[in-house]
């Protein structure tokens, strides 16, 4: 994206994978929740995950050592110019789908129209960019862009390749358990609805000696079972029916693992560093909802969560507190006055930041941990009175009309209630009611795709080069658009200005500061409550499951993984 890319032509493999690691054996992982689909292209129903990179391959694929760079897999050769106004992909001859179909430059075209038409609502925004995309041979194609955007060439690179031969068009916005037909090293060996996903590695797989490939994929199995709640997918680990777990709660983290496993080694723990800017993870206030529209009414919410309490009691102290939507990296706003660059793009929207955000002096409110804040409840009773809201009786109630403010949470795992559980707690001292609803998995997942709710918890999950996935987090025209991820209903156009400077940019010193202009407009518009995250990832394997020594940036990744000894 900006800069040369860190490994030559002829390249032989990435650094942070073993291109030694044996293949064989089966991986088994858990997860929380179900699914009644294997298609993860639609907004209809509920896919896992791994059927996106497993099955379904790309034109290219995303280095894991770098901020975002792209090296050759289904496609042999990329061409483009340095305006970036077009791309040219040609094809690998070698190519192959499962069912041993080539895979041609029709496939894609195919594949760019149906989802471009009829795929997720980033597919649709991101290809909509594209003015023309035209088949200029059997395994070529060429895509004109009808905007300036840099980073067009590379989100066409990743563009997922479908079989035009087995696919209708016509259903395949339906919900199925019939995967994919794509070109990647694992195919369907076995489901059962909401159940377990078994897929087996592909003897015939064509890209298997790429040097993007090498390494990766080294299990002959993948097993992937699913549990109603994270304590039976826990206890599921500690009998040794899953082989590894991103562990995400610092309690269990803490006091879990003393277990007789852990203590003569046969299940290894590891707290592992990781290179991007860490999750921002956050209660969202919907400002489409009358409730949250008025911005001291969140502001007093978030005055009202002592994260020093919760952090103390709940989580051993293990956590650390959000504030940048790109913490911990070169990202973030916090701590950094705006640079001119920053001045200058904010320039036409003087109220979008707030001064002390602008000056690198704003920071999330801090309690004084005892869980009853004096202090923060009168800030909080003030914003709430000023937005047109009184304490009275015991109740916050409006003083127009003296209904109760009572907004209501959805949460979609006990761990979410628990913490939902100490907020409300901490909320009742102001007269506000939260109303606390656990729902499963399909549930939360539809509500939060409609924006049916008050408040929901999320997680946005950041790299070192954030892009046109910015504007389905944070841009104005998917706050109206079913199943982006602005979760929040946020219509900014300081932020929308933002994401097309960070798009624009050439160089990585401009790239930056257009990134962190965005943090400093999300900060300033306290549409969430911020929360926390770990310092790193949290990981526990059974020794039979072995790792890479050298990191990527992300940390570690299961495709790298293989079986050893045990």
């Known amino acids: 994206?900006?800069?040369?890319?860190?490994?030559?032509?002829?390249?032989?493999?990435?650094?942070?994978?073993?291109?030694?690691?044996?293949?064989?054996?089966?991986?088994?992982?858990?997860?929380?929740?179900?699914?009644?689909?294997?298609?993860?292209?639609?907004?209809?129903g509920t896919a896992p995950p791994f059927i996106r990179w497993n099955l379904v391959e790309s034109l290219m694929a995303r280095s894991p050592d770098e901020a975002f760079t792209c090296y050759g897999l289904l496609a042999q050769t990329v061409e483009t110019d340095d305006a970036r106004s077009y791309v040219a992909f040609n094809l690998d001859p070698r190519a192959r789908f499962a069912d041993g179909v080539p895979v041609t430059a029709e496939d894609v075209l195919f594949s760019f129209e149906l989802l471009r038409s009829r795929g997720r609502p980033n597919h649709r925004s991101y290809y909509?960019?594209?003015?023309?995309?035209?088949?200029?041979?059997?395994l070529s194609i060429r895509f004109t862009f009808g905007v300036v955007d840099r980073e067009l060439p590379l989100i066409l690179a990743l563009m997922p390749v479908l079989a035009k031969h087995a696919v209708n068009p016509e259903t395949f916005e339906q919900t199925s358990f019939t995967a994919p037909l794509g070109s990647g090293p694992y195919a369907v060996a076995e489901v059962k609805p909401g159940e377990s996903v078994i897929l087996n590695r592909r003897a015939d797989y064509w890209g298997a000696a790429l040097p993007v490939n090498r390494g990766n994929y080294n299990f002959d199995s993948l097993r992937y079972d699913f549990y109603r709640d994270v304590n039976s997918q826990f206890e599921a680990f500690k009998r040794g029916l899953s082989d590894i777990r991103f562990e995400t709660d610092p309690g269990r983290w803490k006091t879990g693992y003393d277990i007789p496993a852990v203590r003569d080694g046969r299940i290894v723990t590891e707290q592992i560093a990781t290179g991007t800017p860490k999750p921002y993870s956050a209660l969202i206030f919907n400002m489409r909802r009358p409730l949250f529209a008025d911005v001291r009414v969140r502001q007093a919410m978030v005055e009202l969560f002592d994260f020093e309490w919760a952090n103390e009691n709940l989580y051993f102290g293990l956590y650390r507190r959000n504030g940048s939507f790109y913490d911990d990296s070169e990202l973030s706003s916090l701590g950094r006055p705006a640079d001119a660059r920053e001045r200058a793009l904010l320039s036409g929207f003087p109220d979008a930041v707030l001064p002390q955000v602008m000056d690198g002096t704003w920071r999330v409110p801090v309690a004084d941990g005892s869980g009853r804040d004096r202090e923060r409840l009168r800030r909080a009773l003030d914003l709430f009175g000023e937005a047109g809201w009184q304490l009275k009786g015991g109740a916050l109630v409006s003083k127009a009309g003296g209904e109760r403010f009572a907004p209501e949470l959805i949460v979609g795992t006990k761990d979410q209630e628990r913490l939902a559980l100490a907020y409300q707690n901490m909320l009742r001292r102001a007269g506000v009611t939260l109303n606390i609803r656990l729902v499963d998995n399909v549930q939360f997942e539809a509500r939060k795709q409609t924006y049916d709710y008050d408040m929901v918890p999320y997680i946005w999950d950041q790299s070192l080069s954030p892009g046109n996935e910015q504007a389905f987090y944070f841009g104005s025209a998917a706050a109206d658009t079913p199943g982006t991820r602005n979760f929040m209903g946020l219509k900014s156009p300081a932020a929308d200005a933002m994401i097309e400077a960070l798009l624009a940019a050439r160089e990585r010193g401009d790239f930056v500061s257009a990134v962190r202009a965005l943090d400093r407009v999300l900060i300033s518009a306290r549409f969430s409550l911020p929360l926390f995250y770990t310092p790193g990832q949290w990981v526990a394997r059974w020794r039979k499951v072995e790792r890479p020594q050298t990191l990527a940036l992300q940390g570690t990744l299961a495709e790298s993984w293989w079986q050893g000894p045990g």
């Not at 890319?5 to 002829?10: I, L, S, T, V």
């Not at 054996?25 to 009644?36: H, I, M, P, S």
């Not at 909509?128 to 059997?138: I, S």
């Open 1 to 44: 994206m900006h800069g040369a890319p860190q490994y030559p032509a002829g390249f032989a493999h990435y650094r942070s994978v073993n291109p030694d690691a044996p293949k064989g054996g089966r991986l088994t992982q858990a997860a929380v929740g179900g699914f009644d689909s294997l298609n993860p292209f639609i907004v209809r």
């Open 128 to 138: 909509g960019k594209v003015a023309k995309a035209e088949v200029t041979g059997p």
